[in-house]
């Protein structure tokens, strides 16, 4: 399990002259202790947070809210390998074979968390852009790491249009596929790599919607490999 393929070996002998600048947001990830030490402080963080407003939200159901891809599991064995063979970073046949692997390793702290959680009476929602086809593959590797419950919501996506916002909907409301069937639940804490995977100001779930929410109920992990940043300026002005 969690085994470096040949192609990955054969890759980083190759690479042990200076590595371009995509190949050096995959070695961040995998190989410093910089990321590493960032994403346990983040999720210690958001495990703080947690326990703080569980003894608020003792007496109604209420969850964390999970992004899968660089939040739960490190896919970066898969983009490690993508560069290898010399092809585009991502491509859905690709992609959907290396989720069937079930070999996604944990990102550092998530394991931890996810416990915390558990034992201060909360329940876990995995949110996560995969289709909907490969989630007994993505439960299957959640087991693996140790972070799945029978009694979690794993959300995957059924089309373009089916949002997170709308499967957060669900989440809160307890009505569709994400909720806990007939059970309105709040969701207290969000932790994700992408600003996609945390709450608008119209989704009115309270304590986040905006910038201040972070580091309060929402917690970004750093993701050097992919994202909308890389083809576009995605910084906000700030005052």
Known sequence: MFRRSAAVACFLIASSSVLDAQHL???YMRDSEEYATLARQVYRLAGDAVTRLAKDNAARPWAVVLDID???LDNSTYQLERAAYGGPSFEDKSWSAWIERREAPPIPGVVGFVALV???GGHVAFLTNRNVVLMDATRANLRAIGVWNDDDRLCGQKNPQHTKAERRHEVMT???ECAWPG???RPMVFVGDQMGDFPIATEQIPETGTDEAF???CFLLPNSMYGLWTTNVTRMPRP
């Open 183 to 185: 059970r309105a639940t």
């Open 118 to 120: 558990r034992k201060a």
């Open 25 to 27: 947001g995959i070695k």
């Open 215 to 217: 580091g309060k109920t």
């Open 70 to 72: 660089e939040t739960t």
């Open 174 to 176: 307890g009505q569709g």
